[in-house]
């Protein structure tokens, strides 16, 4: 029942070249940036990443990306990320964007044992239809594009509509982090963090979680676990500076507004 490994060596062990990843995260919050930098330093190659995200140039997924380690990218949301542009667009990398939720949803059939399900969105749309670029080639014309899905109609409170059957996700692993796990798996993520990183564990063959703080098993309220040990194979343990280094995606600030002379000794003139 103990699943801590005592190095990053360890906790990525039979990630190879090719390799299918799901990884947790938003943007650049709850991301396993311990792992990936693993990943990194152990030149796997051709790798497909599924991720809300491809992080940022330098930072998460992004490093993979930055030294062609990966090779397809299943996402919602790229726009951060110059050099994922650059590649795409180039006719370098395949991308299957998904709309967010449903990319959730994929994730959480895969974890669940479910193969595929229909939803609302997407539909009259390319998503449903196909023809959405995947791969470009080098002239920029498109070299694969998506394929037709299977529609059909229900009936919902008394009206006709579309749906489209989109399939589950399950990759070879899962990559999460957590704020507290205990040495049986058991997670719990903080805040924002419990985005995406529950439904990428749930969909990795061998789940591998890195977490802030490792407690003993009985330690943590069952009640406040997000998610339980049955869906985490393996456990590493951060330091105080690795789960510490966090970054934000994008800082954006107002400028200070200017203090006069007036309002400097007018304390009403400086609260309004």
């Known amino acids: 029942m103990d699943k801590v490994v005592s190095s990053t060596a360890e906790a990525i062990d039979g990630i190879v070249d090719g390799a299918s990843l799901a990884v947790g995260g ?32 330098d930072w998460g997924l992004g490093i993979l990306l930055r030294d062609r380690r990966i090779r397809r990218m299943v996402s919602s949301y790229v726009g951060e990320n110059k050099e994922f542009e650059r ?33 609302v969105t997407g539909a009259g749309t390319q998503v449903a239809e196909g023809g959405l670029p995947w791969l470009y080639a080098a002239d920029g014309t498109v070299a694969k594009s998506s394929p037709r899905k299977e529609t059909k109609v229900f009936e919902v409170d008394g009206v006709q509509k579309e749906f489209v059957l989109e399939r589950a996700i399950v990759a070879d692993f899962g990559l999460v982090r957590a704020w507290k796990g205990d040495r049986h798996g058991n997670l719990v993520f903080d805040q924002s963090a419990r985005n995406f990183n529950p439904l990428a564990a749930m969909a990795g063959r061998v789940t591998v979680a890195e977490v802030e703080q490792l407690v003993e098993p009985g330690e943590l309220d069952p009640d406040q676990v997000h998610l339980p040990g049955i869906y985490v194979h393996r456990v590493l343990p951060l330091t105080a500076e690795q789960a510490a280094e966090k970054r934000i995606e994008r800082r954006t600030v107002r400028p200070r507004p200017s203090v006069t002379s007036t309002d400097a000794t007018n304390p009403t003139a400086q609260e309004a």
């Open 87 to 119: 590649q795409y667009l180039g006719g370098e990398l395949e991308v299957e964007l998904t709309p967010q939720g449903t990319l959730a949803e994929r994730l959480r059939a895969g974890g669940s044992g479910i193969p595929a399900f229909y939803t």
């Open 26 to 57: 938003f943007g650049l919050c709850g991301i396993p940036s311990v792992l990936i930098r693993a990943i990194h330093d152990a030149g796997v190659r051709d790798l497909e990443a599924i991720s809300n995200n491809c992080g940022v140039d």
